[in-house]
């Protein structure tokens, strides 16, 4: 069975800053899917970036980015110019290939200081 | 452009009494999920449909059922519901036909038993 293990509960930013949320995990699978979900207060999850595993390059959108380490088995993302909108809990998650369902870290709770 | 309804966003059922919930889906994806969250945790993977096929996680209790009568519509049944099961349940639908990976979240409904 996949792992994902996020090793902060909690970070703190000032506005405009940058910011990087870790999350490793385990697997014997070759090929599967990483992603970073957004789940603002009270608020439904969202998509933030995806990753997959064959994709060496790493993935970006706009101010998210993600540090790939497939060897390392590392996924951590990085918000750029961090804003008061990008306060909530942040998940990584991982799935295999098909449509087995999304194994989820235990969240990384995002405040960002004005 | 509501794409994954779930009704109703909060719930309170008397302990032992039986409870459905409902979640609609305008996306047209084959694959449908149900996760259980408690409070501060990740969410966990209860069960999901591949088309008409149910998949059951294996460490799902059997007091939580689920149907799909069409390709739009998902329940999930909780026969006698304890303490214990006062959660927030995520619906989410992904499509196995496509690029996109990602799992699509509705705004999920708060459980409380009493």
């Known amino acids: 069975a996949q792992t994902v293990t996020q090793s902060q509960p909690e970070m703190s930013v000032q506005e405009a800053e940058t910011v990087t949320l870790s999350c490793t995990y385990d697997?014997?699978?070759?090929?599967?899917?990483l992603f970073w979900y957004k789940q603002p207060p009270s608020r439904q999850m969202i998509l933030v970036i995806r990753?997959?595993?064959?994709?060496?390059q790493n993935a970006t959108e706009n101010r998210f980015s993600v540090n790939f380490q497939k060897a390392a088995k590392s996924f951590s993302l990085k918000i750029s110019d961090s804003q008061l909108g990008d306060a909530a809990m942040y998940f990584c998650?991982?799935?295999?290939?098909?449509?087995?369902?999304?194994?989820f870290g235990k969240g990384t709770h995002l405040i960002i200081q004005p | 452009d509501a794409m994954v309804i779930q009704n109703p966003r909060y719930q309170v059922t008397q302990f032992g009494k039986p409870v459905t919930l409902s979640c609609s889906q305008t996306?047209?994806?084959?694959?449908m999920y149900w996760y259980q969250q408690k409070s501060s945790q990740a969410p966990k993977l209860l069960f999901h449909?591949?088309?008409?096929?149910?998949?059951n996680e294996a460490d799902t209790p059997d007091n939580f059922q689920s149907r799909r009568p069409n390709t739009s519509f998902c329940f999930l049944d909780i026969r006698s519901p304890g303490l214990g099961d006062a959660a927030m349940y995520l619906c989410?639908?992904?499509?196995?036909?496509?690029?996109?990976?990602?799992?699509?979240f509705g705004q999920g409904t708060r459980l409380t038993v009493v």
């Open positions: 989410a639908t992904s499509s196995t036909g496509s690029m996109n990976t990602e799992a699509f």
């Open positions: 697997t014997s699978e070759s090929d599967y899917y």
């Open positions: 990753q997959e595993a064959y994709k060496q």
């Open positions: 998650a991982y799935r295999s290939r098909g449509a087995d369902g999304l194994t």
């Open positions: 996306l047209n994806h084959n694959v």
């Open positions: 449909y591949y088309d008409k096929d149910f998949n």
